[in-house]
């Protein structure tokens, strides 16, 4: 090791950024695991960012010639400098990391923006449209784009408060379902699984930095092809945390495995954070029939008599054993008495007149005793939870059955509803309206069906368009609910959104009881491998309107968070059929939402040192406030401008103005300040009202929108 240290400290002396990279690259393999999970921390991703113009200083590939199919080539570029011949914009590029200088003119055209995983980035997010059903209610949030890079933004806007985090990440399947430094990740790739635990590690690691500390959860779902691997991964990721995994069944007929067994099932890993823990629900997810919601409402009643090959017997709890007083007329129980001690002959014991003593005695007509006391028996026969089955007068044996705490329990909590006694006294039950139990870890339940109320489903609100595998709506409904049930205004993040089942899945969560709850989503616009295929061949790039409208966000996502607000399809006809199971009613009726749609952009350091992004980071302050009300837009022209969540103070002359109207407007959660003086900035913090955030923003805004890719 120390030799090593040497020889980094020499390439060091003769080369700092070389040296600086094998520095990196030493600590990591000093710091790999003697045990647990070991696998490849791969080449950090790079990421091609398609329609960003192209700038002095930007690292870009060369594309291939439209209508190829070819790779191209993959090396890494540097724009040296731009400038236009004949009326097109040329680029001047040096190769990056050559051995021998090498340099070509490009024409712009041909040419796209990479950013490597260990880059600063600079995001901003654009308004690409809006919804407005809801109110004065949170919007939900779309944003369309890398979701490392939006992952990373949303570390200045939700860290810490994120409630829930949904997310359905690619299974690894081998069949070209993601893609690894823009390449398709396939099943005769040596390195599949080390690509895929790398790619999720550094996901995972900034969701762990989003998640509320106090109580939050994360949810992923995966099949059996990295399920074992998730959860190590999982297990030293969140070394603190609360892990369990379900066995969901989502598709009964099966998909078929060459060779091997048709799967039926998923997995779902609920990492529970803090204090968060599932909260009772209507159905025990694993006795639910095709409804998907109807209760068991069998109880188990159970002989009082102790039995068992130990503690049976009379003497090992002596208040155990009591008489039970039955009428000698009609067999019926009429009083329960007292303990008899241990020293006394249980025949010598005289009964109540007209009576005769039941006894809690084992076949061979032994002495044993009763499992609860004599207080809680009479208690038990007064409600109906216990009752005498059969005694003998001559023999003085009796039998009893009463019912346990599990079940007394669902009984009061309203799971089961006494609906009447049967002839000896029991309670005769029925499910109950909202009754309450806990879930089991198989969830064998109908609504979960992945192709009636996903695939399905989905053709209702983008009819004709075509999304793999989405998920059942009821089940990622489901899943949520457990932890945020008693968080009606949560927020809950999904960064492999896909098709958009979260965020539908909180309206409808939001329907049921009312709720403001809001859902971030975050999916690229990536085109489909066989479409890409298609688009290429007739002369089309990533960039291009005519392919970027066919994107998963664009095409999918969109479309169908818009068409479950409105109730109307993309045409504007209604969505038409009915919800189903928890709550029921018209598709075409929509929800009284709010959400709002953008993309992530990758601003320069010049134009935020500047203030001239001002308009691509306000979408970020007004997240941060809330997703919540009039977002301001511009750099105000008083000096400040108070919002209905927040307010911003960008000339600190103006300070007194700004507290007033803070003051009076009230609900105010933020208030960002712009200002390098820390004296200052203390100085207005002092005199804004108690309980509103004051955040500091740097003038040039560099410090606070500039984040690095695993630096």
Known sequence: MSRLTDLIAQAKSKDADLGRELEREFKALASRRSFGLNFERHTPETVELPGRPIRKGDKVRILPPRGSTDQGDKRLWKVVRTSKEGGARVAQLDLIGADEPETQRVAVEDLIVVAEFRDYIYPGLVSTGKVERGGDKPFHTVINGENFH???????????????????????????????????????????????????????????????????????????????????????????????????????????????????????????????SPSLHTSDMLRDTESGRKANNNVTWHGLRRRGSTDWRRETRPNGFYPLHISLQDGKLVSVGEPLPLEADRQSYQAPEGTFAGWPLDPNGEDSRWQISPDRLRKQLERGTAALRDADPETGTASVVYLKSGDIKRVENGELKVVGRSDDGRIITEAGEGAARKAKTMWTVGAHDASAHGTALLSRFVPTRKFPFPKSLYAVEDAIRFFVLDKPEATILDFFSGSGTTAHAVMRLNKQDGGRRQCISVTNNEVAADEQKALTKVGLRPGDPDWEKWGICDYITKPRIKAAITGQTPDGSPVKGDYKFTDEFPMADGFEENAEFFTLTYETPVSISHNRAFARIAPLLWMRAGSEGRRIDALPGAGWEVADTYGLLTDLDAAAPFVDAVEAKGGIRIAYIVTDDDRRFQSVAQRLPEGVEVVRLYESYLTNFRFSMGR
């Open 150 to 276: 939006a992952l990373e933004a949303l570390t200045f806007t939700h860290r810490g408060k994120v409630d829930v985090i949904y997310i359905d990440p690619p299974y690894n399947t081998g069949a070209k379902d993601w893609k690894y430094n823009n390449d398709y990740v396939e099943g005769d790739d040596l390195y599949r699984h080390s690509k895929w635990l790398a790619f999720m590690e550094r996901r995972l690691k900034l969701a762990r930095e989003l998640l509320e500390p106090r109580s939050s959860c994360l949810i992923i779902t995966i099949d059996e092809k990295e399920y074992l691997r998730l959860g190590m991964l999982l297990e030293q990721s969140f070394p603190e945390s609360t892990i369990q995994m379900v066995t969901s069944l989502i598709k009964p007929s099966g998909s078929q495995r060459t060779g091997g067994f048709s799967r039926v099932e998923e997995y779902i890993f609920c990492v529970m954070i803090g204090s968060s």
